[in-house]
């Protein structure tokens, strides 16, 4: 199973992003997905997941400014993100677990992680 993000750049404060997900090895329709971050300094956090019938759940900090979604078609999930502050600066990755069916957690043990995507916010 392979996962792989990328869309990160430079944005300005305010401004918006998309990264993408793509995932291959595995029948992605199945599997629940999740985005992290994990900003300089900082440990890695929880930004919001996706299940495999497209229920979301964010962290609070995110709430109401990014919004995941999916294509089971392309095997790909999306983070769109907007309203952008310096604070959204981090390493972004996208991960999965190894079980089916589920609407991952920001506790959730996740078995495979892509190589993440840098995203950063300019005042």
């Known amino acids: 199973v392979q996962l792989q993000a990328s869309g990160g750049g430079l944005v300005q404060t305010g401004g918006s992003l998309r990264l993408s997900c793509a995932v291959s090895g595995r029948t992605f329709s199945m599997y629940g997905m999740a985005w992290f971050r994990q900003a300089p300094g900082k440990e890695r956090e929880f930004v919001g997941s996706?299940?495999?019938?497209?229920?979301?759940f964010y962290a609070d900090s995110v709430k109401g400014r990014f919004t995941i979604s999916r294509d089971n078609d392309k095997s790909m999930m999306y983070l769109q993100l907007s309203n952008l502050t310096p604070e959204d600066t981090a390493v972004y990755y996208c991960?999965?677990?190894?079980?089916?069916?589920?609407?991952?957690?920001?506790?959730?043990?996740?078995?495979?992680w892509g190589v993440g995507t840098q995203v950063t916010v300019s005042s």
């Open positions: 996706i299940s495999w019938n497209s229920d979301t």
């Open positions: 991960a999965s677990p190894r079980s089916t069916w589920t609407l991952p957690t920001a506790g959730q043990r996740l078995d495979y």
